[in-house]
């Protein structure tokens, strides 16, 4: 079994910073793209930045110059600093990995998190 548990949410002022950390627990024999999404209430859920085992980032419009992705491979964990934050921002966040439990897995399977309430006041 595989878990993405997702910590760093709360509350926090325009203007303000947070730091998202998400780590992936269980049978993992690699993880491919990590990335960070977010849904607004009656909104889509969206894409926010993703990276690649590499270290390839790409990010969305909106939060270009203000949030930044990052992983560290050794601890199977992706991080989202979110710098600058505006009202727009609040949304619940979750964590997305692929993942291959096995070596004898040909192409990795999509997880996510439980997500975790990001809210920016103005």
């Known amino acids: 079994q595989v878990q993405l548990v997702e910590s760093g949410g709360g509350l926090v002022q325009a203007g303000g910073f947070l730091r998202l950390s998400c780590a992936a627990a269980g049978s993992i024999f690699s993880i491919n793209t990590m990335a960070w999404y977010r849904q607004a209430p009656g909104k889509q859920r969206a894409l926010v930045a993703r990276?690649?085992?590499?270290?390839?980032?790409n990010y969305a419009d909106s939060v270009k110059g203000r949030f930044t992705i990052s992983r560290d491979n050794a601890k199977n964990t992706v991080y989202l600093q979110m710098n600058s934050l505006k009202p727009e921002d609040t949304a619940v966040y979750y964590c997305?990995?692929?993942?291959?439990?096995?070596?004898?897995?040909?192409?990795?399977?999509?997880?996510w998190g439980q997500g975790t309430q990001v809210t920016v006041s103005s």
């Open positions: 990276i690649t085992i590499s270290g390839n980032t």
């Open positions: 997305n990995a692929q993942i291959r439990r096995q070596w004898t897995e040909l192409t990795p399977d999509d997880y």
